[in-house]
Nanobody, 115 residues
Framework: QVQLVESGGGLVQAGGSLRLSCAASVNIFSFNTMAWYRQAPGKQRELVARINRGGTTNYADSVKGRFTISRDNAKNTVSLQMNSLKPEDTAVYLC?????????WGQGTQVTVSS
């Protein structure tokens, strides 16, 4: 059974940094892609960053140049380094893994950026 557990969220002032981690219960190399999504109150869930098995990354325009996604296959973790945080980055951040037609989600971690 696949489990994804996020950690690293919290409260930070605008301009600060946080690093989120997603630990998988299985070998992450089995997934085609892993990604971070976020969902703010009253808004739709949106893709923040994605990384595929080969290491190719994609970012939402709103986080380009500030966020970096990375994966550690040996530790079965995916991380999201978030710098220059803005109040509009406040949301629940969720880890996602995709393998063929299967999608898996973590429970999320809250990130709150104060102005």
């Amino acid at each position: 059974q696949v489990q994804l557990v996020e950690s690293g969220g919290g409260l930070v002032q605008a301009g600060g940094s946080l690093r989120l981690s997603c630990a998988a219960s299985v070998n992450i190399f089995s997934f085609n892609t892993m990604a971070w999504y976020r969902q703010a109150p009253g808004k739709q869930r949106e893709l923040v960053a994605r990384i595929n098995r080969g290491g190719t990354t994609n970012y939402a325009d709103s986080v380009k140049g500030r966020f970096t996604i990375s994966r550690d296959n040996a530790k079965n973790t995916v991380s999201l380094q978030m710098n220059s945080l803005k109040p509009e980055d406040t949301a629940v951040y969720l880890c996602n893994a995709q393998r063929d037609l299967e999608y898996y989600w973590g429970q999320g971690t809250q990130v709150t950026v104060s102005s």
